[in-house]
Structure formats: structure tokens, C-alpha cells
């Protein structure tokens, strides 16, 4: 079965930055459009970065600029590099495969102001 495990998160100062990690089991990886997701406090899950097998990368407007979705084929791992964080990122980050129903734990980010 498929999973996900993020990790990299943590308690940051604004205008800090975070590698976000998420080790991906269970598919043929390098086949599958990845997805960046986060759930803040009240509100609902979003998508806020994805990144297509060939490597074409999408991004939400309030994150352009300052998230960077990358994956390492060989390692079956996507990562999601945040500069400049702002209190508004904080939030439970999640990723998985966009064609999953499947959700992993997620990692907390929380941006002091």
C-alpha cells in the first residue's frame, strides 16, 4: 500500500526558511504527479505546490516565489523548500501522489512573528 512520511518541519522565526521532506512508498514514484498540501488551523486542506514526473512544477499564488517543489527520483523522495516564511504558513504540511486517497501525518510548520 501506498504511504507517505513527511518530515523536516518545526518552530521557526518569520523570515526563516525549511527544508520539507516526504519519503514515499508503495507506487512506482517516478511515474506519479506529486503534490505539496497544507491544513491550517481552521481551514480547509489546500494544495499550495505539485510537480509532474517530467518536472513541470505548479505553484499557488500565495506561495510563488517563496516555495520550491523538487523530487529525487532515485531516492522516491519530493521536497519543498520555503524561504521568507510568514505566520500565515503555519499549518499541518502534507504530501502525497495527486491520484491518492491516502494521506500520511503530515508535518507541523509554525512561523513565529
Known amino acids: 500500500q501506498v504511504q507517505f512520511v513527511e518530515s523536516g518541519g518545526g518552530l521557526v522565526q518569520a523570515g526563516g526558511s525549511l527544508r520539507l521532506s516526504c519519503a514515499v512508498s508503495g507506487i512506482t514514484f517516478r511515474l506519479y504527479t506529486m503534490g505539496w498540501y497544507r491544513q491550517a488551523p481552521g481551514k480547509q486542506r489546500e494544495l499550495v505546490a505539485s510537480?509532474?514526473?517530467?518536472?513541470?512544477?505548479n505553484y499557488a499564488d500565495s506561495v510563488k516565489g517563496r516555495f520550491t517543489i523538487s523530487r529525487d527520483n532515485a531516492k522516491n523522495t519530493v521536497y519543498l523548500q520555503i524561504i521568507n516564511l510568514k505566520p500565515e504558513d503555519t499549518a499541518v504540511y502534507y504530501c502525497?501522489?495527486?491520484?491518492?486517497?491516502?494521506w500520511g501525518q503530515g508535518t507541523q510548520v509554525t512561523v513565529s512573528s
Open positions: 510537480i509532474t514526473s517530467g518536472g513541470e512544477t
Open positions: 502525497r501522489s495527486l491520484e491518492s486517497n491516502s
